[in-house]
């Protein structure tokens, strides 16, 4: 790349072309670029809220749409994410002083067993970047561990992660615990994991089925307008 290619001058860009350059400069990971993007759409008057959906949320459903067709693979998407973490510092204090609203609790892990976490850490920041609080359990997660976390937490949302047809089965485990203690039904339960799908989620007694971040996201979000809708009604 000559130096005139190199210098595509983010700040020259209009609007449109310049939040599809950051989708492609997330795709590549290319943090800094992100950083400066970020920057520019705030100057620019953007309000966080819509950079950070518009440019990065998106970007990342593109890379995850990606990661889960094996286009892309573990080590990008986490550069990815690290490009979107940078982008997500600069509007992290923003988005706490416009009140970007908090939109719930979320205590997420990987379940007993079972030691990955790529997806369930994209999940985690994406419902950061939406305005959730995540707590982030990581990975092998015994019952005991959500059960102590839930309470202690005074979560709204538990999230559990699944990447083994073997640890699935363990989902269930958790979900009947809560079922046993008589506190099911005060959590929303989202759970994920590529083998997993909605039928599995029914028949464990999950809430939703999440086949990737951005639909966690959005899952999240309208479950938890009708939690609120209930506790009024």
């Known amino acids: 790349m000559s130096d005139e290619e190199d210098e595509i001058v983010l700040d020259q860009l209009n609007d449109e072309d310049l939040v599809l350059q950051m989708h492609d400069d997330l795709y590549d990971g290319l943090k800094e670029e992100i950083e400066e993007g970020v920057n520019i759409l705030l100057g620019r008057k953007w309000t966080p809220y819509d950079v950070l959906t518009k440019a990065l949320v998106e970007g990342m459903r593109i890379v995850g749409i990606d990661f ?38 979320m205590v997420i892990g990987t379940v007993k067993g079972d030691i990955h976490d790529i997806g369930k850490n994209l999940v985690c920041m994406m419902m950061e970047g939406a305005g959730f609080e995540v707590v982030d359990l990581g990975i092998n997660n015994p019952v005991e561990n959500y059960l102590e976390a839930i309470d202690k937490e005074q979560a709204d949302i ?11 089965p363990y989902m269930k485990v958790v979900i009947d615990t809560l079922v046993q203690q008589g506190i099911r039904d005060d959590y929303v339960i989202l759970v994920g994991g590529a083998p997993l799908n909605e039928e599995f989620s029914k028949s464990i007694g999950a809430d939703a089925y999440c086949r990737d971040a951005a639909v966690a996201v959005e899952t999240a979000k309208e479950l938890m307008k009708k939690k609120h809708n209930q506790m009024i009604a």
């Open 68 to 105: 889960r067709d094996g286009i892309l693979f573990v080590p990008e998407v986490l550069l990815a994410a690290n490009a979107m973490k940078a982008g997500m510092a600069i509007l992290k204090p923003l988005l706490a002083e416009t009140g970007a609203p908090r939109l719930g609790k």
């Open 158 to 168: 538990l999230g559990m992660s699944a990447l083994l047809t073997t640890t699935m």
